[in-house]
């Protein structure tokens, strides 16, 4: 099904999720993507997140000027991943469909502010 959003019009949502969680084979590849031992790649772009309700290997963010924060690997001046070829499974499957709600968001914010490049607060 053809996607109904388009991603290099948003300034990146979904990369600004706090907990994106990711498994031993996303650390691998990530690890392999930068010639890096795979507890190196694990310490250096992820942290383990553990509540009562949760224990996670997430990956580790960086300040952002739009959103509170966004993945380490966000290019946060072109908006996009520099890790596109080995991003994690769950950035490929995301949003689990051919719709984004967030897209929706932004393009009735756009259309009602009749501002192309307005970014509504999250
Ligand atoms: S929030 Fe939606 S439109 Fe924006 S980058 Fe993520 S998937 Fe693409
Ligand atoms: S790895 Fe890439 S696609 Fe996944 S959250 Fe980080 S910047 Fe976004």
């Known amino acids: 099904m053809k ?7 948003c ?10 969680a990711v498994s ?11 010639g890096l031992p795979e507890d190196v790649a694990r ?14 290997q ?3 963010h960086q300040k952002d000027h739009i959103y509170k924060s966004i993945c380490r690997f966000f290019d946060k001046d072109e908006r996009r991943c520099t890790v ?6 769950v950035c490929r499957r995301y949003p689990y469909g051919n719709v984004c709600g967030y897209y ?15 970014i509504p607060s999250a």
């Open 3 to 9: 996607p109904r959003y388009d991603c290099s019009k």
């Open 11 to 20: 300034p990146g949502y979904c990369c600004s999720h706090g907990r994106i």
């Open 24 to 34: 031993d084979y996303d650390i691998r590849r990530l690890a392999r993507h930068f």
């Open 43 to 56: 310490k250096r772009f992820t942290y383990r997140y553990k509540t009562k309700d949760a224990d996670e």
């Open 58 to 60: 997430i990956l580790r």
């Open 84 to 89: 596109y070829a080995a991003r994690p499974n």
């Open 104 to 118: 929706g968001f932004l393009k009735f914010e756009r259309a009602h502010q009749d501002d192309e490049d307005f």
